[in-house]
Structure formats: structure tokens, C-alpha cells
């Protein structure tokens, strides 16, 4: 029966060939322009670590006070003094500092000039709370943290800059004009966000870091942070010779995270946080009450305001055109439809139900729908092509037309197509057939 009721979909449609390309060019455009825009929204909006993004935490403290602070929100970094509490105090299974940091890299050869690469000075947890996955070797132990040790992560691009891509692990480079042993050369690796140094970071959304070393070595060196530096005043300057001065101060700058796998460790760890900020209360070292938070993956995203809001604004705007175009094939099917009447009553007066007249309607619904869905892919491919013209080239090569986003175009075009129909369908069910045969002779 199906396929008699598409075989009178495509009949109807070479009758009203004009009208039926219309409702396919309004719901290609109105589709495409979701799918580009809803392309780049999920790649900037989508869960960068799923599997485990509920136990991974960033603990906020308030070290500037309610004078200093933004709507009583604790800075989204901590100080030193704080950072290193956190730290030691193990309250957690894994804990990470993490600070941005730039690097010279000196080539060992005549045949390379030195360059200038962006690295994050972490602590050892790094690698195994983010699953950081590895192509040789792997990262560095608690030891070589203890003891400062100069050592050295590097990415899969650096090391087929200095190695030509070959197993470098134990091998060493020149860095600041350290020699730095290599333990680890990662895969290919750069979640979209960055989300665990999206803080420190200037752009949530750059290119990979080629460097990853001790965080307690680069503290030894005194390297200063190449990323955001926040006080409650400007007293201290990172770029100031007196780094005792910056360890004491309480600006924020340094990254944190900890791995809480059950409720009860995140239950437990919030009070240890509270508790932690009212002994530096106690102490003198800060002059109101505690005042911390503690927030998930999702949450620190949406804390940090990661989504481009051009990003979400697009998809607000092209949700808006489909809903037009939307209510446009409403109007054109009601008029499609409802010209048919006459055919309506005799098959009503022939013994046709209003269920089959649902079905038949419903059918070329789908069939003019799926003409839309083709239309749609051309148009999403084209806009895809040029999404780089409308969004920051970071953003743009997030985007990707993948299957899923094919089966996507289609499926909604066809989804709204019969969302379209189904009250110009009711209508032409409501057909009297008395009334039509009786106009008809």
C-alpha cells in the first residue's frame, strides 16, 4: 500500500511542479541552515572527556573577597599558597596543577633554527586523569615531581619536527637551555574545548600544546605564567624579578583539578574545601567567610562560557528561519492539498477512510520531504565549505561533515516536512465527499 500511495506522491508532484519545488527549495535552505550552524554548536558545545567528565572537578577558592570578586564568584584559578595546599593535602584519587608557560627549543642540529613553543607545566596526575593517550614512552612519576625532575612530554608534532616522527623516548632536547630528557611523545591529542587549562588559556579553542613538564620544575625556574594572571590589584606583577613575591601573593593563576569517582568523594572533598577556606580565615590570611566552589566538567564549561556566543546566536537565528520556512510550507501544502478536493471526495465516496487519506497525504509529505532532505545536503556541504568565512578558523575546523550529520539533514528534513503537512492532511481529511460530488455534477 505504500508503495501505491508513493507512486500517487510522485504523480501529484509532476502535476504541481512548480509548487512541489518550492516546498523543496524552503525546506533545503531551512534545513541546511541548521546544519551548519548546528555543526559548529555541537563541536564547540559537546562533552570533550563523556566518560568520566562527571568525576572531574575544579575547586574554587576565594582569595580576593567580596570587594574584588565577579557577582561573588571565586576566581576560576587558584593562588600558589592554595594550589599547593590543595595539593599536598591529597584529599582527592588524583590531583593536578596546571600553569601555561612558553619555552625556546633549542635544536641539538645546524639544520633547525630555535622556536618558541606554548607548553603547561602540570603535575604527574596529568596524563592518567585526562587519558592522555601516548604514542611512545608515557609521563613522568610523583618522584620526578619530588624531585624536580627535567623532564619532558612533547606532542606527536614536535617530535616529528625534531625526530621525524620516530621513537624519541630518552632522548634529549634543549629547552630555556636545560637539557630535558624526553619520557613521552603523545598521539594525536587535543580535546575541543581544552577544557582542563581553558582557564589559564587564552583561547579555549587553539592548537595543541607541544610541551608538557614538571609543574614543580618550572616553578623552580621561575618560569612565569604565559597565561591569564589574576589579583585584586595590580600590586604584583608576574613579569616582576621578586618571584618570592608572586608565591606569596594571592592572585590566581595557577589551574586546578581533582578525580572524584562517587558522590561521597565529591561530598566529602566539598567540606574539606570549606573547611580549608575557614582555617585561612581562622588564620588571618583571608578576611571573610569561606566562600568555594566545586564544579564539574559541564558546569566549568558553562561557568567559563566556553560556547562562542556567535556560535549559539547562529543556531538561535537558523532555528528561527527553519520555524519561517516551516510555517511558509504549511501555507503552500494547505493550498496543494486542498485543490485535490474533488479527487478527496470520490475516493471517500469510493469507501477510502480518513486514515488512508492521512496515509496517502502523509506519504508525499515524506517523498517531498526527502527531495528536501537531497536539496538539504548540497546546501550543507556548500555552507560547510564556507563556514570559515563566517566563524574564527579554530572554530571552523571543529566542524565536520561526518555521517552522523548526514543521516541528521535528511531525517529532519523529512521530520519537519511531516510536522508541515499534518494540518493541511487533517484538513483534506475533513473532505465531505456529499459536497464534492454534488459541486462536481
Known amino acids: 500500500m505504500l508503495t501505491y500511495y508513493f507512486d500517487l506522491a510522485l504523480r501529484s508532484c509532476r502535476r504541481s511542479k512548480a509548487l512541489t519545488a518550492l516546498v523543496v527549495l524552503l525546506m533545503g535552505c531551512g534545513v541546511a541552515t541548521c546544519m551548519v550552524t548546528f555543526a ?73 633554527l630555535p622556536s618558541s613553543q606554548e607548553g603547561d607545566a602540570v603535575s604527574h596526575d596529568f596524563f592518567a586523569m585526562f587519558d592522555a593517550p601516548f604514542r611512545y614512552g608515557g609521563g613522568w612519576s610523583a618522584g620526578d615531581d619530588d624531585q624536580r625532575a627535567a623532564v619532558v612530554v612533547i606532542s606527536s608534532t614536535l617530535n616529528q619536527q625534531l625526530f621525524g616522527g620516530a621513537d624519541s623516548v630518552g632522548r634529549e632536547i634543549n629547552l630555556d637551555t636545560h637539557a630535558y630528557r624526553i619520557v613521552g611523545v603523545l598521539d594525536d591529542w587535543n580535546p575541543s574545548p ?34 591569564n594572571f589574576y589579583c585584586s590589584t595590580n ?15 594571592n592572585c590566581a593563576w595557577i589551574a586546578a583539578w581533582v578525580e572524584l569517582p562517587t558522590r561521597a568523594d565529591v561530598a566529602r572533598y566539598r567540606d574539606w574545601l570549606h573547611n580549608y577556606a575557614a582555617e585561612q580565615q581562622r588564620l588571618g590570611r583571608f578576611a571573610w567567610p569561606p566562600n568555594v566552589r566545586l564544579s ?12 562562542p556566543k ?8 537558523s532555528l528561527s528561519f527553519l520555524l519561517i520556512c516551516l510555517v511558509n510550507v504549511v501555507g503552500l ?24 487519506i492521512y496515509l496517502q497525504f502523509l506519504t508525499e509529505a515524506a517523498a517531498i520531504g526527502l527531495a528536501g532532505g537531497v536539496l538539504g ?9 564556507g ?42 481529511a475533513q473532505v465531505q465527499p456529499a459536497w464534492q460530488l454534488k459541486s462536481n455534477g
Request: charged share 15%; aromatic share 10%.
Open 40 to 112: 559548529v554548536f555541537r563541536a564547540t558545545a559537546a562533552d570533550p572527556i563523556p566518560w568520566k567528565s562527571n568525576q572531574l572537578f575544579v575547586p574554587q577558592i576565594d582569595s580576593f573577597g567580596p570587594a574584588h570578586n565577579y557577582k561573588g564568584e571565586p576566581p576560576g584559578m587558584l593562588s600558589y599558597t592554595d594550589a599547593v595546599a590543595l595539593s599536598h593535602a591529597r584529599q582527592a584519587r588524583r590531583q593536578v596543577l596546571i600553569y601555561a608557560s612558553k619555552w625556546t627549543v633549542l635544536p641539538g642540529d645546524a639544520q633547525h
Open 194 to 227: 581544552r577544557y582542563f587549562d581553558v582557564a589559564s588559556a587564552w583561547y579555549p579553542f587553539s592548537h595543541p600544546r607541544q610541551l608538557y613538564l614538571p609543574f614543580s620544575r618550572a616553578i623552580d625556574l621561575q618560569k612565569a605564567a604565559a597565561g
Open 235 to 249: 600590586t604584583v606583577d608576574p613579569d616582576l624579578p621578586n618571584w618570592d613575591s608572586v608565591l606569596r601573593s
Open 296 to 307: 564539574d566538567v559541564g558546569q566549568w564549561l558553562q561557568l567559563m562560557n566556553v560556547v
Open 333 to 356: 501544502m494547505l493550498a496543494r492539498f486542498m485543490r485535490r478536493a474533488p479527487e478527496i471526495g470520490v475516493r471517500r465516496a469510493l469507501g477510502a477512510s480518513r486514515g488512508s
Open 387 to 428: 563556514i570559515g568565512h563566517v566563524f574564527a578558523p579554530e572554530i571552523a575546523r571543529l566542524a565536520m561533515l561526518n555521517a552522523s550529520l548526514l543521516l541528521l539533514t535528511v531525517a529532519l528534513a523529512v521530520a519537519t516536512t511531516l510536522i508541515a503537512a499534518l494540518y493541511p492532511t487533517w484538513r483534506a
Open 310 to 317: 556567535a556560535s549559539a546566536l547562529s543556531m538561535i537565528v
Open 377 to 385: 545536503l548540497l546546501l550543507t556541504a556548500l555552507g560547510m565549505a
